[in-house]
C-alpha cells in the first residue's frame, strides 16, 4: 500500500535524451510536489501543483516540465538532459496546502544519472 | 525567502547517549510551521517531528523532542536514548503560505550512532 509511489527508482541516460519521472499518491491528497536532491544531499523545491494547477515555479531550466494529469498524478519531464540533472528527484504529497501543519508524504526518490 | 540554517554538518554520538542538532531560520512571519525529517541511507524522507509556531509548547514524539524557541527563530531536535537506527542525515525544514506550502530545507546535520 505505498502512499507515494515514483517510477523508475533508478534511471541511467544520456546526454541529450529526454526522460520522464512518474508519480501517483493514493493519499487523496490535494497538493503534489518535486523536490530535487543533489550531489551534497540538498533538498530544492521546483514545483508544487494544488488540485492540478501549478503554484510553485521556483527557477527551473524550461527543459523541465511538470504534468498533472488527475490530481493523484504529477509526472516530470526533462528534456535534453544535461550533466547537471544528475540527482535524486523526489515526489511528495500533502493536503491542501491551507493546513500546513501537516505532514508531506515523500516518495523514495528517482536517482538520475547523466552520462 | 526564507532561510534554514543547520550548522553542524556532522555530529557523533554513542548508543543510549543523547544528541541535539540545531537549525535556525530567517523569517518575517508569524504563521508557520516547521518539521524535522530522517533520511537514512535508503533515501527515503521520514518524518520524525513537527511544531506549529503558534504553539508554545515543544513537540514531542517517544525519544524525539524539540526545543522551540520563536524570538530567537531555533529549533532544535533532542535524541534521547540513542539507537543504531537513528544513524541518518537529518533535515530541518520550514513551511508557510508564503512558500506556498513547500518545503524549505536545511541543508541537513549526518548523524553517526557509535556502539
Known amino acids: 500500500d505505498t502512499a507515494v509511489s515514483q517510477t523508475p527508482k533508478y534511471l541511467v541516460t544520456q546526454m541529450g535524451n529526454d526522460k520522464s519521472i512518474k508519480c501517483e499518491q493514493n493519499?487523496?491528497?490535494?497538493?503534489m510536489y518535486w523536490y530535487k536532491q543533489d550531489s551534497k544531499k540538498f533538498l530544492k523545491i521546483m514545483f508544487s501543483y494544488n488540485n492540478k494547477e501549478l503554484i510553485i515555479n521556483e527557477t527551473v531550466p524550461n527543459r523541465f516540465s511538470p504534468k498533472s494529469p488527475d490530481k493523484a498524478h504529477l509526472n516530470l519531464h526533462i528534456n535534453s538532459l544535461e550533466l547537471g540533472d544528475s540527482a535524486v528527484y523526489f515526489c511528495?504529497?500533502?493536503?491542501?496546502?491551507?493546513?500546513?501543519?501537516?505532514?508531506?508524504?515523500f516518495g523514495d526518490g528517482t536517482r538520475l544519472s547523466i552520462l | 525567502a526564507q532561510t534554514v540554517t543547520q550548522s553542524q554538518p556532522e555530529m557523533s554520538v554513542q548508543e543510549a547517549e543523547t544528541v541535539t542538532l540545531s537549525c535556525t531560520y530567517d523569517t518575517s512571519e508569524s504563521d508557520y510551521y516547521l518539521f524535522w525529517y530522517k533520511q537514512p541511507p535508503s533515501r527515503q524522507m521520514i518524518l520524525v517531528i513537527r511544531?506549529?509556531?503558534?504553539?508554545?509548547q515543544n513537540a514531542t514524539e517517544n525519544r524525539f523532542s524539540v526545543n522551540f524557541q520563536k524570538a530567537a527563530k531555533s529549533f532544535s531536535l533532542k535524541i534521547s536514548d540513542s539507537q543504531l537506527g537513528d544513524a541518518a542525515m537529518y533535515f530541518c525544514a520550514y513551511r508557510s503560505a508564503n512558500s506556498g506550502y513547500a518545503l524549505n530545507f536545511g541543508k541537513g546535520t549526518s548523524l553517526l550512532v557509535t556502539p
Open positions: 493519499l487523496g491528497h490535494d497538493t
Open positions: 511544531q506549529e509556531a503558534y504553539k508554545q
Open positions: 511528495a504529497s500533502s493536503e491542501r496546502g491551507g493546513l500546513s501543519n501537516q505532514p508531506q508524504h
